[in-house]
């Protein structure tokens, strides 16, 4: 009995040995199996939502991630390439075009049809509210209130369509107050005649916006009458396309005036008065006039006109 009695005592102190050694333990690998089986659970990559440290993804330098609300990443905000952008078209005595997409046209835009009727008045001797002042070519109307827009329509050419198939073009020098209707034109006698006898009274037409080939050579400046270097109105005559806009130089920078429906746009406390002018048409093309001085009631010739379209 001595013998194996001494052999169980060698046993137990074998296993004691085994169990005091560093990572020995009955319990501890089981534990490292389960921690390995749950690894999977998660992608590569990506935090676990229990663990409070950091993600190692590198910081964003522009600031935070963009919410749910679907903003774009940048990299789906790319400018596109030049190609891909508006061609400005070509600029006309060294001024700038505006592009395309920033079109200045008002009610009465290019490349559109209108409908309407048509009326006659007696123009007499060409002038209207327009204020071009009187005029041996009577192929003149006055627009309707509405599409006047504020003398915006002055000087426009017109291509006028009777249902008969008759058809003439005409200048846009006055206004046919309410209750003329939009889409309305009340032509001239002489106008008028060449599209019916005067007698049908109201005729049914279509009309659209000429650029035409007969324009004067150069656009003229003129100052309003009582004008000075303290207060003045400038008009534009003579443009090939409608006017949209007018701006002087002033104060280091380009400053629009506000138009009136006589046709003349004012800067009430001189404000470049005498000073350089930029014109622009409907179709978005801007002309930088100077030297013209304040003269009033004195029609100025310049030295540029806008292009045909």
């Known amino acids: 009995m001595g013998i194996p009695v001494a052999l169980v005592a060698v046993g137990v102190l074998v ?6 050694l560093p ?6 690998e089981p534990a490292a199996a389960s921690v390995a089986a749950t690894e999977p659970s998660t992608p590569p990559g990506t935090a676990d939502p229990a663990d409070p440290a950091p993600s190692t993804a590198p910081p964003s330098s522009t600031g935070p991630a963009p919410s749910a609300t679907g903003t774009p990443s940048p990299s789906a905000t790319r400018t596109p390439p030049p190609s891909a952008a508006p061609a400005p078209s070509a ?3 060294g001024a700038r075009t505006v592009p395309a997409t920033a079109s200045p046209a008002g009610r009465v835009k290019p490349g559109t049809s209108y409908q309407g009727v048509a009326t006659s008045y007696d123009a007499a001797d060409g002038n209207g509210a327009c204020s071009f002042g009187p005029s041996d070519d009577l192929m003149i109307a006055a627009m309707n209130h509405t599409d006047y827009e504020t003398s915006k329509a002055c000087g426009a050419t017109v291509l006028v369509r009777a249902a008969n198939g008759a058809s003439i073009t005409v200048r846009i020098v006055n206004e046919c ?3 003329c209707a939009p889409g309305q034109l009340d ?10 006898d005067l007698s049908v009274g109201r005729l ?12 004067p050579a150069t656009m003229s400046i003129r100052y309003k009458a009582g004008s000075s270097q303290w207060w003045c109105g400038i008009q534009v005559v003579g443009h090939r396309n409608p006017v949209a806009a007018l701006e002087v130089r002033s104060g280091g920078g380009w400053r629009q005036l506000s138009r009136t429906d006589y046709n003349y746009f004012l800067s009430p406390d001189g ?9 622009t048409d409907v179709y978005g093309e801007q002309l930088t006039v100077d030297g013209i001085a304040v003269k009033p009631d004195v029609v100025q010739p310049t030295r540029v006109q806008f292009a045909r379209h």
């Open 187 to 196: 032509l001239s006698h002489e106008a008028f005649g060449k599209l019916a």
């Open 91 to 93: 600029t006309t005595g």
């Open 15 to 20: 296993f004691l040995a085994f169990a005091l």
């Open 23 to 28: 990572g020995g333990g009955g319990g501890a």
């Open 271 to 279: 404000s470049g008065c005498g000073g350089p002018i930029r014109v």
């Open 204 to 215: 049914p037409i279509t009309w659209s916006l000429l650029s035409p080939g007969t324009a």
């Open 177 to 179: 107050p309410l209750p």
